[in-house]
T-cell receptor, first 117, second 110 residues
């Protein structure tokens, strides 16, 4: 149980375009979803926390207008990278936690590799 | 503020040998502690967690970790390493928000 999926697994886009990444909880209701960014050989950096039906809370230094997060349902959150630039190339990972799972335990998706050319 | 330190960036171990990965944390209250493993290009898989109770925690794949409050540590151990254990290991602390250590890369030699 507690499976989280991400789509797409890999995406290549041109500089200046926008790309949307989906994060779904497949077998539980995710009241909270988290978006992380991971650079090569580095740790995960929390970008934002989103609660279903509320605006996301962004970490310091993360541009909310560039990284749009929507958590419209208890099973889906999306991250849209707007006007992408090569420096946005990274591995993006989502996680989810919810009232039907063990408190404070986050379940991670498989990640999305974004390459901006 | 919460934080995690993983002192070892890279560890090489022979197959069949024991493995210990160090983790020190800083947290204002009783910590919620986690160990995750990540294979290249993949997401994170939870190995084990500590919330309360028995300070020696058993996880999946033969891993265990011991919570030592006096040392602010949560070290991960495995008695006999398999080649498939080669991966990146992350220690994390937190409740609603997790803070991750920098990770330890484990290489297993035949």
């Amino acid at each position: 149980g507690a499976v989280v999926s991400q789509h797409p697994s890999r995406v290549i886009c041109k500089s200046g375009t926008s790309v949307k990444i989906e994060c779904r909880s497949l077998d539980f209701q995710a009241t909270t979803m988290f978006w992380y960014r991971q650079f090569p050989k580095q740790s995960l950096m929390l970008m934002a926390t989103s609660n279903e039906g509320s605006k996301a809370t962004y970490e310091q230094g993360v541009e909310k207008d560039k990284f749009l997060i929507n958590h419209a349902s208890l099973t889906l959150s999306t991250l849209t990278v707007t006007s992408a630039h090569p420096e946005d190339s990274s591995f993006y990972i989502c996680s989810a936690s919810g009232h039907s799972t063990i408190s404070y335990e986050q379940y991670f998706g498989p990640g999305t590799r974004l390459t901006v050319t | 503020a919460q934080s995690v330190t993983q002192p070892d960036i890279h560890i090489t171990v022979s197959e069949g040998a024991s493995l210990e990965l160090r983790c020190n944390y800083s947290y204002g209250a009783t910590p919620y502690l986690f160990w995750y493993v990540q294979s290249p290009g993949q997401g994170l898989q939870l190995l084990l967690k500590y919330f309360s109770g028995d300070t020696l925690v058993q996880g999946i794949k033969g891993f265990e970790a011991e919570f030592k409050r006096s040392q602010s540590s949560f070290n991960l151990r495995k008695p006999s390493v398999h080649w498939s254990d080669a991966a990146e290991y992350f220690c994390a602390v937190g409740a609603n928000k997790l803070s991750f250590g920098a990770g330890t890369t484990v290489t297993v030699r035949a």
